[in-house]
């Protein structure tokens, strides 16, 4: 057993940040949680299992020093898909500054895999300002850098499609894409986390699996017990709509990410890495039924 640590957790009542404080709070590490609303259903939910819960903003430079003053770690994340790709970059900036500022001892930063290969992709490009803002800070830190998640199997983007029997997506049918689950995402942070020192000035791309679109679908209409499937489409028909999505459908296509799983499997062998069918056969698919 690690250290207990002190570990501050941002966007803990989110899907990412949910997953690291589920992995944490079991192995007895003290976690601390910054929210607009302390007093949301998720938030209390945290109350409940011994987090404690601050109110903050992340464009509060004073609240965020004051929450991840006297931790070990911060946890850090930002999204895009709320106020654009700048406000995300200058978001991350803050919570870095505010991890030196404070003192923490260790900033794990969650980014995307292959943020640093120039990919061109805006809401990559975004995470990987934020990246060499962090070098250039002289803090111990680590850039946690996850795939495509297979959770947005069952989000707003592609959940309609498959309920309509048949998952619409922008590649091929038969070109592979890397994956991995939010579970996962806690638990390989978690390991980060944890492992400290060890991980210092390192940056971690990681995946749970990689399928194509046919095996894709096959497993959910497998875990699901519905036909799913599959309609591939040229990214370039969503550019009008999502140029952002349309870029890094392209680059999936051309491109794609390059995680060497098994070598990830031996190095982090605490991890309890999930296949898609794994991840698959633990959901919820009565919404397609």
Same mark, same amino acid.
């Given at each position: 057993m690690s250290k207990k640590l002190s570990v501050l957790v941002m966007g803990a009542t989110g899907a990412q940040g949910g997953a690291v404080v589920r992995h944490l709070l079991p192995k007895g590490h003290q976690v601390r949680a910054l929210t607009r609303n302390p007093d949301s259903a998720k938030a209390k939910a945290l109350k409940e299992?011994?987090? =404690? !819960?601050?109110?903050?903003?992340?464009?509060?430079?004073? #609240?965020? !020093?004051?929450? %991840?003053?006297?931790?070990?770690?911060?946890?850090?994340?930002?999204? *895009?898909?709320?106020?654009?790709? &700048?406000?995300?970059?200058?978001?991350? /900036? %803050?919570?870095?500054d505010a991890a030196k500022q404070a003192g923490v001892g260790h900033l794990v930063f969650s980014s995307v895999g292959s943020a640093d290969r120039k990919t061109g992709i805006p809401h990559f490009d975004s995470k990987y300002e934020v990246e060499k803002h962090i070098a250039t800070l002289g803090i111990p830190y680590t850039v946690s850098a996850p795939v495509y998640f297979m959770?947005?199997?069952?989000? *707003?983007?592609f959940l309609p499609s498959i309920q309509e029997g048949a998952l619409k997506f922008a590649m091929p049918a038969d070109r592979p894409l890397q994956q991995v689950s939010v579970d996962n995402i806690g638990a390989f942070n978690a390991a980060l986390i944890e492992r400290r020192d060890t991980v210092?000035?390192?940056?971690?791309?990681? %995946?749970?699996?990689?399928?194509?679109?046919?095996?894709? !679908?096959? /497993?959910? #209409?497998?875990? #699901?017990?519905?036909?799913?499937?599959y309609a591939g489409f040229?990214? =370039?028909?969503?550019? %009008?709509?999502?140029?952002?999505?349309?870029?890094?459908?392209?680059?999936?296509?051309? !491109?794609?990410?390059? /995680?060497?799983?098994?070598?990830?499997?031996?190095?982090? *062998?605490? /991890? *309890?890495?999930? #296949?898609?069918?794994?991840? &698959?056969s633990q959901q919820d698919w009565s919404a397609i039924k």
């Open positions: 299992q011994g987090v =404690e !819960v601050l109110k903050g903003d992340f464009t509060d430079a004073n #609240s965020l !020093v004051q929450a %991840a003053r006297g931790m070990d770690t911060m946890f850090a994340m930002t999204t *895009p898909f709320e106020a654009g790709m &700048a406000a995300e970059t200058k978001q991350g /900036v %803050a919570l870095a959770d947005n199997c069952l989000g *707003p983007w210092f000035g390192q940056r971690f791309d990681f %995946a749970g699996d990689e399928l194509t679109g046919e095996q894709t !679908v096959a /497993v959910i #209409s497998q875990a #699901s017990d519905q036909t799913i499937g040229d990214p =370039e028909l969503m550019r %009008a709509d999502n140029s952002d999505f349309a870029d890094m459908f392209a680059w999936f296509n051309k !491109v794609g990410y390059a /995680v060497d799983t098994k070598k990830l499997r031996q190095d982090f *062998p605490e /991890v *309890p890495w999930q #296949s898609f069918e794994e991840w &698959a």
